[in-house]
């Protein structure tokens, strides 16, 4: 099992930067995918970022690329999400989860996922 909690979310202007954390506990950290997703008031889940178990390997959804930078450290049992250029449509509750990938590589929907944190808030004012 691992449990997984998120922090550094708030409220910020636009065009701002947030750093977010996810620390996990339990077992085996290393021998997970990363992903960070997010969900806006009336809209569905989405990817956003994920990471390879040794961080090789990164990939994020359209939105977030040349803003958005995932990152991980084994030794601390934490992945990070920087967010730069924050726009208001960023605005959701961002989630980490954890997926177990013996072959490598990381994963884009959700379903593949099988630990999740309880997720922090992101607001970017206009």
């Known amino acids: 099992q691992v449990q997984l909690v998120e922090s550094g979310g708030g409220l910020v202007q636009a065009g701002g930067s947030l750093r977010l954390s996810c620390a996990a506990s339990g077992r085996s950290f290393s021998s997970y995918a990363m992903g960070w997703f997010r969900q806006a008031p009336g809209k569905e889940r989405e990817f956003v970022a994920a990471i390879s178990r040794g961080g090789a390997s990164r990939g994020y959804t359209d939105s977030a690329k040349g803003r958005f930078t995932i990152s991980r450290d084994n030794a601390k049992n934490t992945v990070y999400l920087q967010m730069n250029s924050l726009k208001p449509e960023d605005t959701a509750v961002y989630y980490c989860?954890?997926?177990?990938?013996?072959?490598?590589?990381?994963?884009?929907?959700?379903?593949?996922?099988?630990?999740w944190g309880q997720g922090t808030q992101v607001t970017v004012s206009s």
């Open positions: 989860a954890g997926q177990s990938r013996p072959r490598g590589g990381w994963g884009s929907e959700g379903y593949e996922y099988e630990y």
